[in-house]
């Protein structure tokens, strides 16, 4: 049986995408710098990652200076957190884009909002024990 490792994404600055994660919650698992690539890699996720969570890889690209097309098979992350409206608010704080407030979803109980990172990634919060 196979295991889902992470998702990785290309970003434009390496260091704001990382203090965007660590709004959501996330928390740097592990970075690694390869010159002869000219790109860097850094893991974000919850705990230390003891219990095999998925992670999201943030790839920044050092010569890359368009931004990158986000495409259109893309949908979002999603996280679940114990409180949906409290993290919109830190996000909200934190400079970041909300699309969503968070509220159930039409025709349902689930709790849920969005949230975009600063490269335009949309981000699904589930408030946990509402689904």
Do not use: C
Not at 80 to 98: C, F, M, T, W
Not at 103 to 131: H, L, M, N, R, S
């Amino acid at each position: 049986m196979g295991t889902y490792l992470h998702t990785m994404v290309r970003v434009q600055d390496l260091e704001r995408s990382v203090a965007f994660y660590r709004v959501l919650g996330m928390k740097e698992i592990r970075r690694r710098e390869v010159p002869d690539g000219k790109y860097t890699l850094v893991y974000m996720g919850f705990d230390d990652n003891a219990h095999g969570q998925a992670e999201v890889e943030l790839t920044y690209n050092w010569d890359q200076e368009t931004p990158y097309d986000l495409g259109n098979g893309f949908g979002h992350f999603a996280i679940g957190v114990p409180n949906a409206s409290d993290l919109v608010e830190q996000v909200r704080q934190a400079g970041g884009k909300v699309t969503r407030e968070a509220g159930p979803v039409k025709f349902g109980t689930t709790v849920i909002a969005f949230v975009e990172d600063p490269d335009g990634y949309k981000i699904e919060i589930i408030e946990k024990g509402t689904f």
